[in-house]
């Protein structure tokens, strides 16, 4: 009797401990992910209609446990998550715990009020004295992610000082036809006999070689980014939209927006995603490419926000850039675009490097590192957001994400005022102003105005491709935002013919 008894208080105390190990039930997660996306979203925005679980398991930190579900949301007011200076469906579906497949029904013009979504989901649990509290995930790598070598992403890629080139063969070609006014025959032709035969070869031939070139001018060849970034993955959907469309298109890997603007000098491609301040110093030759304008450089649309972060460890008593000051501050790479702003962040702020009291230039991964472990204050990274990484590191260490004023030389020099929403990261839990470069297409101004307007078309009219954050915030209504180069024709007159707005007068 003793031992049945035993038994059977063993088996209720296994059981009990089962149920723990299970984490909170479908109602207790409901109310955590309602509340979670109530604060982030400034209000009731999405309504959790069902959530059914769907399995749980421990966390890989063993501190917490993983709770899977499968969920419906309601849309209880419009809310466009392709906005610049909203929630984007990446950050949505990391507030989720969900892959970049688990959210369904995001539309590319704004959601309604009424519109349901799909969730596939998780939440992540801890348990203290019995009572279960969602804690922050660290969201997911995506299966595209390739690291970088710093020392490509660093790699220097001034573009060569301008020299007078030697004639082409289609040059050479083309001024031997001003021979053939002179060219000796069996029997002499009258002036109006050579200008005939001429002229009837020159109109033909000028027919083919115009119909030739338009047919080559629909060939885009598109210098990206780094495999697994922003532009590499806009690079993969418009190469899905040309494929749909049957026009040729290819898109060539590189480490960024300085060996785009090389590409694009020395003709390797007709169009190159570049940061937008990257661009305006290429074609006025300053900075990186002091003494090699770019004068042939062209805007065709500006497509989504790259936010400057300025992050800091929650106790390090920064608040502002200003609070830099006698801290260690990692710049970023020598040469990137990161370090372009925090450069021009600091000088407008009248911060010296000098009055930091360390300087170091590293990649994103290395930065989070650093100040995870202490050996750093603060980071900067120009980036679109939510970058994986600065979410990966708030997930487990307390951050300040410090905001940043606008400032009119800076602003009217391309960066564009943005404001993160809440927690676009883990325990930001507020809005965070900021300023952002822009992704920018660029062209050179001898491009066919076809090739152009075909690569408007693949950006804005078809939406073929993955739906990541940065390709869903494409849109007309902002392609002239950052724009500080000079557009080309072609992209002018379809823009404004397409509705694109210029952009509001910055914050003086």
């Known amino acids: ?38 604060d982030a979203l400034g209000g009731r925005v999405l309504s959790i209609e069902s959530l059914k679980r769907a ?30 200076d909203g929630h984007t469906v990446t950050s949505l579906a990391n507030l989720l715990g969900a892959g970049p497949k688990g959210v369904l029904g995001i539309k590319p013009d704004g959601n309604k009020a009424g519109d349901e979504l799909g969730v596939y989901g998780a939440a992540a649990f801890a348990e203290t004295g019995g009572r279960f509290t969602m804690v922050p995930m660290v969201p997911a790598a995506a299966a595209a992610d390739v690291p ?49 035969i001429l002229r009837e070869e020159f109109e033909q031939a000028y027919a083919r070689a115009r119909a030739r070139l338009g047919k080559a001018a629909r060939v885009a060849v598109l210098a ?30 590189s480490e960024g927006s300085l060996g785009n603007i090389r590409l694009l000098n ?28 770019q004068p ?11 936010a400057i972060h300025l992050v800091a460890r929650a106790d390090g008593g920064i608040a502002s850039v200003a609070d830099l000051r006698g801290k260690r501050v990692d710049l970023g790479l020598p040469g990137s675009g990161t370090r372009t702003n925090a450069a021009a962040l600091l000088e407008v702020s009248g911060i010296a490097e000098r009055e930091l009291a360390a300087v170091s230039g590293s990649s994103l991964p290395d930065a989070a590192a650093a100040l995870a472990a202490g050996r750093i204050d603060a980071f900067f990274a120009t980036i679109h957001a939510p970058a994986r990484e600065i979410g990966r590191l708030a997930a487990r260490t307390k951050l300040a994400l410090v905001p940043i004023g606008p400032s009119r030389d800076l602003v009217e020099g391309g960066l564009v005022p943005l404001t993160l929403p809440a927690l676009t990261y883990a325990g930001q839990t507020t809005p965070v102003p900021t300023l952002a470069a822009t992704a920018l297409l660029l062209t050179r101004a001898d491009v066919a105005p076809a ?38 024709p072609a992209a002018q007159t379809w823009l404004a013919a397409h509705g694109a707005r210029a952009p509001a007068s910055a914050s003086r």
């Open 1 to 38: 009797m003793v031992r049945l008894v035993t038994r059977a208080l063993l088996l209720v105390l296994a059981l009990a401990l089962a149920g723990c190990a299970r984490g909170p039930d479908a109602a207790d997660v409901r109310d955590a992910m309602q509340r979670q996306l109530d």
């Open 55 to 84: 399995g749980s398991a421990p966390g890989r930190d063993g501190a917490a446990r993983l709770v899977y579900f499968n969920a419906s949301l309601k849309l209880a007011r419009d809310y466009d998550f392709t906005k610049w």
């Open 148 to 196: 970088v070598p710093a020392a490509a992403a660093a790699a220097a890629v001034q573009p060569r000082a301008r020299e007078a080139p030697p004639p082409t063969a289609a040059e050479t070609a083309h001024a031997r036809l001003g021979e053939l006014f002179a060219a000796r025959t069996a029997r002499p032709l009258s002036e109006s006999e050579r200008e005939t």
């Open 224 to 253: 990206s980014g780094p495999v697994g970034g922003a532009y590499a993955e806009l690079a993969q959907a418009l190469e899905a939209r040309a494929a749909k469309a049957r026009l040729p298109f290819e898109a060539v890997p």
């Open 266 to 293: 020395e003709r390797t491609a007709q169009f190159a995603l570049v940061q937008n301040d990257v661009a305006r110093n290429a074609h006025a030759g300053r900075g990186r490419f002091s003494g090699a304008p």
């Open 296 to 306: 042939d450089l062209r805007a065709v649309a500006s497509l989504f926000p790259e």
């Open 451 to 488: 090739a152009v307007e075909a690569m408007l078309g693949l950006l804005f009219e078809h939406r073929e491709g993955s739906a990541t954050a940065a390709v869903a915030q494409v849109g007309v209504a902002r392609a002239l935002d950052g724009v500080a180069i000079p557009l080309h």
